[in-house]
């Protein structure tokens, strides 16, 4: 990011109050993409950008397998409201037709999220063909422990959000299970340079040191995640711009 980027606001809600965040997995077969092609597939993700309560969007697809894609979706209203207006929209309805035929396996949706943190840095047109990456952290807290967890995170959230390589961060917080939370992450590179610069950083090495005491298990990462697309209301990124 250059010099005259300015991070987005750092957004703070409390659960249940916060935006609906969700993830969603595919397992498509091989030769999806020739074949929802030749169905008709709709892809609508210009016209979603469009609904009142749209937030932001992000595609990525398995570096090792592109028959693995998983979203990632922020919306600001309720579960109920998505799946009963949203989900229904008429712009769906050939995607949802179409969608049964291309998956080797039914779609995963994990719906039960609410956004409590999040901060992005602006999409700039001139860098948005730089290579991105993104991935999950899920974590399990011992009950009663969420904020020390919190007390813990949130430090090293507020530092890394500095770093040039820093995209953007969600954190969501489970509605009916308040000791799950899971953070989805954007950052400039691979995983790989990530592994080697961003995770050596001293405040990290201090943050990994103190966290592992206030989990219920260990964290489970998704790292293999290749950025495809992004979007939020004012502004997109495609990998094949």
């Given at each position: 990011m250059s010099d005259q980027s300015v991070a987005k606001e750092r957004r703070v809600v409390p659960v249940g109050q916060g935006p609906l965040g969700?993830?969603?997995?595919?397992?498509?077969?091989?030769?999806?993409?020739?074949?929802?092609?030749?169905?008709?597939?709709?892809?609508?993700?210009?016209?979603?950008?469009?609904?009142?309560?749209?937030?932001s969007f992000f595609r990525l697809e398995d570096w090792a397998n592109p028959n693995r894609v998983v979203l990632y979706e922020t919306w600001n209203c309720s579960k109920e409201y998505f799946l009963e207006i949203e989900m229904k929209r008429p712009y769906r309805e050939v995607y949802e037709r179409i969608l049964p035929s291309l998956v080797a396996t039914p779609r995963e949706m994990q719906m039960d999220w609410r956004l409590v943190r999040s901060q992005s840095q602006p999409l700039e047109p001139a860098l948005d063909k730089?290579?991105?990456?993104?991935?999950?952290?899920?974590?399990?807290?011992?009950p009663g422990k969420e904020r020390e967890f919190r007390n813990v995170l949130?430090?090293?959230?507020d530092t890394m959000s500095t770093e040039t390589r820093f995209v953007n961060y969600f954190l969501l917080q489970h509605e009916n299970d308040l000791s799950r939370f899971v953070i989805?992450?954007?950052?400039?590179?691979?995983?790989?340079?990530?592994?080697?610069?961003?995770?050596?950083?001293?405040?990290?090495?201090?943050y990994e040191a103190a966290v592992a005491g206030v989990l219920a298990?260990?964290?489970?990462?998704?790292?293999?995640?290749?950025?495809?697309?992004?979007?939020?209301?004012?502004?997109?990124?495609?990998d094949s711009e």
């Open positions: 969700f993830i969603v997995h595919f397992d498509f077969k091989p030769g999806w993409e020739e074949e929802r092609t030749r169905q008709g597939y709709v892809d609508f993700i210009e016209t979603m950008r469009q609904e009142p309560t749209f937030v730089r290579e991105k990456f993104g991935f999950f952290v899920h974590f399990d807290v011992k949130d430090p090293l959230l989805y992450e954007t950052w400039l590179g691979t995983a790989e340079e990530f592994q080697a610069v961003e995770m050596l950083r001293p405040y990290r090495q201090k298990k260990p964290r489970e990462v998704e790292r293999n995640w290749k950025l495809l697309y992004a979007a939020d209301r004012g502004s997109c990124f495609s």
